[in-house]
């Protein structure tokens, strides 16, 4: 049985169509990559997901559950966590007091001091800027304390929008180094949307492609890197006939 199924999912602002019916459908323990230009509705699919947004029609089943119109903290206290696009730490909190932001769902304090030790062994930079204003530390840092603070809700599902933004293309390897390190050592299944398609497809498992709300591929992450659309359109390169598809 899948982790989390979207069915035929629809999302208006307004008069504007976002999602036109989408599908898709995650197993646990995979990476799974979300792609698209501007507009396509990556961002939404996973508002959706964390409640977020609200759908007009479809269903969303999590591990088995309708929770179409669960609100955002019982989607959370049920095992889904999100790392926002841009981070979105609490800069002039200090790291520990952002990792226990993460656990508010939690009410066990054993189990909250539990995880915070645990993020402090997985990542030990954390460690020794405990005390540290959350503001002045580098980007690839607060990425490390974003998918930190993500654990501390004890997840099964990790969305992730855009984890690479703005990272050199040192930490950009460091980061995604990290998401495949959660996913292999701890089986978290990860949404991830990616502006830089082709590293992306690099640690996944599986992918989609959306474009003006609708789903228009999917499949092994490996068919798509070949898929000469994909490559047009995602990675810059150019099909060898020279014709668009």
Same mark, same amino acid.
């Given at each position: ?19 036109? *019916?989408?599908?898709?459908? #995650?197993?646990? /323990? %995979? ?18 997901? $964390? ?12 591990? /088995? ?7 955002? +903290? ?10 926002? %696009? &841009? ?5 002039? #909190? ?24 645990? !993020?402090?062994?997985?990542? +030990? ?8 204003? &959350?503001?002045?530390?580098? *980007?690839?840092?607060? !990425? ?9 809700? /004890?997840?099964?599902?990790?969305? #992730?929008?855009?984890?690479? #933004? ?29 502006? !830089?398609?082709? $590293? &992306? ?23 798509? $890197? ?16 020279? %014709?668009?598809?």
């Amino acid at each position: 049985m899948s982790l989390i199924e979207l069915n035929q999912i629809k999302v208006s602002y307004g008069m504007v169509k976002a999602l036109n *019916g989408i599908d898709l459908m #995650m197993n646990s /323990g %995979e990476i799974v990559c979300l792609l698209g230009g501007n507009a396509s509705g990556k961002s939404t699919t996973m508002k959706t997901i $964390l409640g977020l947004v609200h759908p007009t029609s479809g269903a969303i089943r999590w591990d /088995g559950h309708e929770i179409t119109t669960w609100p955002t +903290p019982r989607r959370i206290a049920s095992g889904i966590a999100s790392v926002p %696009e &841009a981070r979105r730490i609490f800069g002039p #909190m200090t790291v520990e007091e952002n990792l226990l932001i993460g656990a508010y769902t939690c009410r066990d304090r054993h189990l909250i001091r539990q995880r915070l030790a645990e !993020q402090y062994d997985r990542f +030990p930079r954390l460690a020794e800027r405990r005390t540290q204003t &959350a503001g002045t530390m580098s *980007g690839g840092e607060q !990425q490390m304390l974003a998918f930190a603070r993500a654990l501390m809700s /004890g997840p099964r599902l990790i969305c #992730m929008d855009e984890p690479t #933004m703005g990272l050199s293309p040192k930490l950009v390897d460091e980061v995604l180094a990290s998401i495949a390190d959660l996913n292999r050592d701890l089986g978290i299944t990860i949404l991830m949307v990616e502006q !830089q398609a082709e $590293l &992306a497809l690099s640690i996944a498992h599986r992918g989609y492609v959306l474009a003006t709300g609708d789903m228009v591929l999917s499949g092994e992450a490996a068919e798509l $890197l070949d898929n000469p659309r994909v490559q047009e359109a995602y990675l810059g390169r150019t099909i060898a006939n020279g %014709e668009t598809e």
